[in-house]
């Protein structure tokens, strides 16, 4: 480095040509420029005269001086020039740069990135040593330790794959990595860390990983290993501390947010969210409510009032809504992601509640699907999406049911006793009245604790021949009700009922008005309910099947069950809880961990199975093992998530003085690298230099008035079709017009590296020439379809190329919500992996477009004859088909193919028509069957299932009168 | 590169072949433009046409006697004839690299110069009925010029397959009664030239020197750095800072040349012609053809 004021040399020593300088000048200028051949016959006559006249002939002075100018700007450029207001001592003092891979630091990762690339770019000019320290834990379960760098770039390197963990830091086992390091080097020769400049990229949080978890209640002591921290590194020599600034931010702030656990509101869920204790301005941000497919159901605004840090909102949602919402998820306006803590997971519990159904009198001989049997009603009635369990109450127990509808049970006193323990903890019975109810001897209907009110013995009926009473119709809910707000149809009728016995209601001191959730015309209750214990017991007061009532035929009949059943859920409080009924030990395997940017991805080999002793306490995330995200099987997922355990987030910690504070972008005047524009320069005075000596030789076509004619028409013409060429350019910018939407074509995504796009469209050109020379489509050009930008819903077919991982930074929530309600309005998402090598980053797309399970082709799937007869869609490489399961589609169409055949590359012609990629093995037929495919693909995309349909064609034409 | 030289030489009699017709074509148009028409030699001779009627001298023999004349008078006349008997011109010309050259496309080559004005002689010679000998390059017989006595023959022999290149005469004494016409570039050094011509003019041969140079040549119109080369490649190549500069000593050293080839050609009783390849052919055919057919004025045996 060699320091002049503002302006530094990188390499000062190529500042020593300029000692050449003369020396050159002196050769350039008696060196003539070379002279041009002439043929001359007599050239004998000229031979003694050559003698007379002087031969040396000088370079013209201004040429002189212009390539003397060119030298010098190329030799400044080479010496690395810098400017750069802030003056540059001569550094080599070691870098050391702390970084807090955190959660909380996910919110404003690229603001971080951005700045920790610039902060490296200084240091690489400078050439000081490099060390790196990430706090967060790392995710092999290894400890905390210091990296170092010989030089920036290696550092850059390797920072350039940091991304935040899904956990808080450790600042204790930060500074323990600090402090075994110093100790290391002042034992080996090494001074690296003797004297250090430090930079500290800080999440905003203090260390969240306290010894103690009393000492995490305490959010005034927690910061105290943070503070260690921060003296340790201070002592190295100076620290800077780099958070985002309020103020950076131009929609919403950069400090970390935590959603935590939700409330289910009788039309809505509550969310909450949190921020560090310490920050006193208004803030806003973004939640969504979003299903399973990641499309956003409802979301609302949120916003911090000053001094508070916690704030909620309540999204207002129907309750089968609510039912269905995968996760919570903050969408801040600015385009960040919103991190692992921005991300709430809500876990099977919160959708699924499993429900057993307990059959009547333990006969499971009538469950056969009868329209008598009052199971099939209830089975119908039920939410599909409900987890049922059917059998006797033994084997319903074993399972993690919370809601179990019994249709009027016929109990032993060991069940009885078993099933009252259950709901005591918490279940939910849902009882149907019915012949054995009415039968039950009084003495056992008293001390019936499964009964909300005491019933009156025997039935009641109405409208019957021995009857004046018309048979009785629904009055409505009393307020209290959680039925209350459903319909009252006047055309259901109770014909028989069992009766509440109100003066045994009072002598037990149950105050039946509270009791009734529903009553019939003449006051008496149709439904009751009554907290026992943890749980609700619900009584029916008619029979779950059409022999007492027309209830079961009417439209209310699904919504009040859905309603009764929702009590399940509202009974559970903690989302995270494992099942009621599950055992005292529940080991729960990884399913999908939650990663450090908010989004779910395969399980790490790192993490490992929750085991949940205690099945209220909810789990706590614990670094690496147990990082957020689900555990369990398929339809019991457990979620993990950071906002679980609800409490304060701690702030910084106020530092000593002589720790600077800065923002991000803090080198508001980062240095200027000078060498590109004097290199050019230099490059630009050389290229006038030949042109000019060229000119001096004479070697330059000597321009006529019509050749100068010619270039000039050249050169309008030129300009006129770069002109031209712009409307077209900004035509292409555009986002899809209607023009495009109007013909069939196919669209691709346009992934951003140029060598795939161009495959891709290549690809979806050659597959449109193919198809409308083959089959009755006519497609027009293919479209590219920009992320985030254009809505893919005209096309039939969407092609997504995917080369490596990096396809992972197309998946935002946008596209997955596009996706989603593409492919739900009948679009077909083609996935084609570049090989069997891709399939990892094939099937994470597939995980995190939220696509689900996707099965392997079977052999006699539409798509291998939709057109030609084809065998599972070959392609150039030799990789495998998964598609939709078409049981998961009303319309049995699959609506993903994700394969790893290539079949791109193999469609993929140049715009000569020639392929694009050899075959890699087949040759040209095997290109012809790839082509296949894409027929195939396409048909399948246009006309569905109209292939299968065609297998009943010969019964059908038996069928027709002859 | 034995077996492609029989190739190179096909190929380039080829092309000169193919350069015969049009070649022969323009001489014979250049020719048609001057001819000025069959005529007398205006004098007396051998011929067929009566002359005049001159007293008897002893020298007459008694055969040449017109009696009819002489009756009518008391002396003797003798009935002279306008000489009608045929000279013989000798043709040649120079060709070499040196001469395959020109300075501008719009200009002719030097040789396509000479071989033109050549044969348009030859043509308007053969017209006027004067016997034509063509003293080929590289050929020493004076019998084989004479054997090549029409102006095809003429053109076939000039383009005889690669003449060997000569830019001075060979030293052949003519006989005294011919006449010979030369043409080419003269650029040999002088010394060179002069035994050359003194040698052709040994026997008192009627000469007729022309000289034919590029524009340029005479001109040098060439300025900054340049390097000249010869075209036969058989000098070092000269480079020279600044052309312009060399202009006027270059003139002048032509100048000094073609002075003293013309002090030559009198010195030998020849005429001596300059012309310009820019320039159209006819003047100088012209001035050729009258100077040959016209009788001396001075000098010269009868």
């Known amino acids: 480095m060699m320091d002049l004021g503002s302006l530094a040399f990188g390499a000062p020593l190529a500042l020593i040509g300029f000692a050449a300088l003369p020396v050159l000048w002196w050769l350039l200028r008696i060196t003539p420029p070379l002279p041009r051949t002439q043929v001359f016959p007599p050239l004998r006559l000229l031979v003694g005269l050559a003698e007379t006249s002087p031969t040396s002939a000088h370079t013209p002075w201004w040429l002189l001086v212009l390539r003397m100018v060119a030298l010098a700007l190329a030799l400044i450029g080479l010496a690395q020039p810098i400017l750069s207001p802030e003056s540059l001592a001569v550094r080599q003092r070691p870098l050391l740069v702390v970084i807090d891979d955190t959660w909380s630091a996910a919110n404003g990762w690229s603001a971080r990135q951005k700045a920790l690339a610039a902060l490296l770019d200084h240091a690489s000019t400078q050439q000081r040593p490099l060390a790196v320290l990430t706090t967060a834990p790392p995710v092999d379960g290894t400890a905390v330790t210091l990296q170092t760098f010989e030089t920036a770039n290696a550092a850059k390197q390797a920072l350039s794959e940091l991304r935040p963990k899904a956990w808080g830091s450790d600042h204790r086992a930060a500074r323990m990595a600090v402090e075994h390091a110093l100790s290391a080097s002042t034992a080996s020769s090494t001074t690296l860390l003797s004297a250090a400049d430090v930079v500290w990229f800080s999440d905003g949080l203090s260390s969240q990983h306290a010894s103690t978890p009393d000492a995490m209640a305490d959010v005034t002591a927690a910061p105290a290993e943070t503070q260690a921290l921060a003296e340790v590194l201070q002592r190295l020599g100076s620290l800077t501390v780099r958070i985002p600034q309020p103020t950076q931010a131009t929609n919403g702030s950069l400090s970390p947010l935590l959603v935590v656990a939700p409330q289910r509101l009788p039309d809505g869920v509550r969310v909450m969210v949190r921020r560090p204790v310490g920050l006193d301005s208004p803030d806003s941000t973004r939640l969504e409510a979003l299903d399973e497919q990641g499309r956003a159901l409802a979301s609302a605004d949120i916003a911090f009032a000053s001094g508070q840090h916690l704030a909620e909102a309540e999204l207002r949602l129907p309750s089968d809504g609510v039912n269905i919402l995968s996760s919570l998820r903050l969408a801040p306006a600015s385009g960040e992601v919103p991190g692992a803590g921005g991300v709430f997971l809500l876990g ?528 150039r490489a030799n990789g495998s088909v998964w598609i939709e399961p078409p049981e998961n589609r009303l319309d049995g169409v699959s609506t993903v193919i994700a394969g790893t055949n290539a079949w791109g590359q193999a469609w993929a012609k140049d715009d000569k028509g020639y392929p694009m990629f050899p075959m890699i093995s087949g040759g040209e037929r095997t290109r012809e069957l790839a082509y296949r495919s894409g027929v195939n693909i396409l048909l399948y995309a246009l006309t569905g299932t109209y292939k299968a349909d065609q297998i009943h064609l010969p019964s059908l034409l038996e069928r027709l009168p002859q | ?145 004479r054997a090549c006595n029409t102006p095809a023959s003429i053109a076939a022999r000039m383009d005889h397959a690669a003449p060997p290149a000569a830019d001075i005469p060979p030293a052949l004494a003519l006989p005294h009664a011919a006449a010979a016409v030369m043409i080419g570039d003269w650029l040999a050094p002088f010394e060179t030239i002069e035994p050359a011509l003194r040698a052709v003019a040994e026997r008192g041969v009627r000469g007729h020197l022309v000289q034919v140079l590029d524009p340029a040549e005479d001109a040098f119109p060439y300025q900054g750095r340049t390097r000249f080369d010869d075209p036969s490649h058989t000098m070092p190549m000269l480079t020279i800072g600044r052309a312009e500069d060399l202009r006027a000593a270059y003139q002048y050293r032509l100048n000094q040349h073609q002075a003293a080839l013309a002090d030559l050609c009198r010195s030998l009783g020849w005429t001596f012609t300059r012309h310009h390849s820019d320039q159209p052919p006819q003047r100088v055919l012209t001035a050729l053809y009258q100077t040959l057919t016209l009788p001396l004025t001075h000098g010269g045996r009868r």
């Open chain 1, 348 to 875: 099977d519990h919160w959708r699924h509640h499993p429900v057993g159904l307990l059959s009547s009198g333990g006969t499971q001989t009538t469950a056969g699907g009868s329209l008598l049997a009052a199971e099939t009603y209830i089975t119908r009635a039920l939410p599909p999406e409900v987890p049922l369990f059917q059998g006797p109450l033994e084997a319903l127990l074993q399972h993690p049911i919370q809601t179990m509808i019994a249709v009027d049970p016929l109990l032993d006193e060991h069940q009885h006793a078993a099933l009252s323990r259950w709901v005591q903890n918490g279940g939910v019975l849902i009882r149907f009245a019915g012949p054995t109810l009415a039968a039950q001897p009084a003495r056992d209907r008293l001390q019936d604790d499964l009964l909300a009110v005491p019933v009156r013995s025997g039935n009641r009926a109405l409208g019957g021949s021995l009857s004046w009473t018309p048979p009785l119709s629904l009055s409505g809910y009393p307020p209290h009700s959680p039925l209350t707000g459903l319909p009252v149809p006047k055309d259901v009728t109770i014909r028989t009922q069992i009766l509440a016995d109100p003066s045994a209601a009072i002598a037990s001191g149950a105050d039946l008005d509270r009791r009734t959730w529903a009553t019939l015309s003449d006051g008496t209750p149709l439904i009751t309910g009554a907290p026992v214990g943890h749980g609700w017991v619900v009584l029916v007061h008619t029979s779950a099947d059409p022999s007492w009532s027309n209830l079961p035929l009417s439209g209310l009949y699904p919504a009040m069950l859905t309603r009764l059943v929702g009590l399940g859920r509202n009974a559970t409080t903690a989302e995270t809880g494992a099942g009621i009924g599950a055992g005292a030990q529940t080991l729960l395997p990884p399913a999908q961990d939650l990663n450090g940017l908010g989004r779910l991805v395969a399980p790490s080999a790192f993490t490992r199975p929750l085991t949940l002793s205690d099945p209220q306490a909810a789990p706590e995330v614990q670094a690496p093992h147990h990082p957020p995200g689900l555990y369990g099987q398929a339809g019991q997922r457990v979620a993990l998530n950071l906002g679980s355990l609800d409490r304060p987030l701690p702030p910084l910690p106020s530092f000593r003085s002589g720790v600077t504070v800065t923002g991000l972008t803090a080198q508001a005047s980062p240095s200027t690298d000078l060498r590109p524009p004097f290199l050019l320069a230099a490059l630009l005075l050389l290229v006038l230099e030949s042109v000019l000596t060229l000119a001096l030789r004479g070697l330059l076509p000597r321009l006529k008035p019509h050749t100068t004619g010619g270039i000039r028409a050249f050169l309008l013409l030129g300009l006129g079709l770069s002109l031209a060429g712009f409307p077209s350019n900004a035509r292409a910018a555009d986002s899809l017009s209607v023009i495009d939407a109007l013909a069939t074509r196919l669209a691709y995504i346009a992934t951003g590296s140029p060598t795939l796009d161009a495959t891709s469209a290549g690809a979806m050109r050659a597959l449109s020439a193919a198809i409308s020379a083959r089959t009755a489509v006519s497609l027009a050009e293919p479209v590219a379809l920009q992320p985030g930008r254009d809505d893919p819903l005209f096309f039939p077919l969407i092609y997504w190329p995917i080369q490596d991982d990096s396809a992972l930074l197309l998946v935002t929530p946008e596209r997955i919500q596009q996706l989603a309600h593409y492919r739900e309005q009948g679009g077909l998402l083609v996935i084609d992996g570049q090989g069997p090598d891709s399939e990892p980053a094939v099937a994470a797309v597939v995980e995190a477009l939220g696509l689900g399970t996707l099965s392997p082709l079977p052999k006699d799937h539409v798509l291998n004859r939709a057109f030609y007869i084809s065998a599972l869609l070959p392609g």
């Open chain 2, 1 to 145: 590169m034995a077996s492609s030289l029989p190739t190179r030489r096909l190929s380039s009699a080829q092309t000169l072949a193919s350069r015969l017709p049009p070649l022969l074509l323009s001489a014979q148009q250049i020719a048609a433009s001057v001819s000025l028409g069959s005529h007398g030699r205006r004098r007396s001779g051998p011929g067929e046409d009566f002359w005049q009627f001159r007293p008897y001298d002893r020298s007459d023999s008694a055969q040449a006697i017109d009696w009819r004349q002489t009756a009518k008078a008391e002396r003797a006349y003798v009935r002279d004839r306008e000489w009608s008997g045929a000279q013989t011109v000798y043709l040649w010309r120079a060709c070499g690299p040196g001469l395959d050259w020109r300075s501008a496309p719009q200009v002719p080559t030097k040789q396509d110069r000479c071989d033109t004005v050549l044969l348009a002689l030859a043509i308007l010679l053969h017209h006027g009925g004067e016997r034509l000998a063509f003293l080929a390059t590289g050929s020493s017989d004076l019998t084989a010029a």
